[in-house]
């Protein structure tokens, strides 16, 4: 029995413009520097658009969803890969293992999977 399946890695869902330096006091900081020099050129939008798309027009059964959500786990990035999250399909067709960018400071994995809802 074959399954159709498609992988989508790395997202980096986020954009990191519009943060409070406060929050950068800790191994974040690093992770927004790397950001701010080359990351943000590299996990544009609009190829993540483009293949969101394409998986539209291909159908898959099964979406695997692997690595990094934000860029350095801030609260309203997980508000935005929730948001993201909900439109790629069912839950019971989206599988998703987090990275280690969605892990950036200790904090319990609850805590950043139940980011609150917006407005």
């Known amino acids: 029995m074959s399954q159709h399946f498609a992988q989508l890695s790395d ?3 986020s954009g990191l413009e519009d943060i409070n330096p406060a929050d950068l006091f800790n191994k974040r900081a690093l992770g927004y520097l790397s950001w701010r020099r080359k990351r943000r050129f590299e996990h544009r939008r609009e ?3 483009a293949l ?3 998986l539209e027009h291909n159908a898959p059964e099964q979406l695997l969803i692997t690595g ?3 860029h350095i786990g801030l609260p309203l990035e997980f508000e935005q890969a929730r948001d993201w999250l909900q439109q790629m399909g069912d839950p019971s067709q989206v599988a998703l293992v987090p990275g280690n ?3 950036c400071v200790a904090a319990p994995c609850q805590a950043r ?3 609150p809802a917006r407005g």
Do not use: G, K, Y
């Open 11 to 13: 997202p980096h869902l």
């Open 47 to 49: 190829v993540l658009d």
């Open 52 to 54: 969101q798309l394409d």
């Open 68 to 70: 990094d959500l934000t």
């Open 101 to 103: 960018h969605d892990a």
């Open 113 to 115: 999977a139940q980011a």
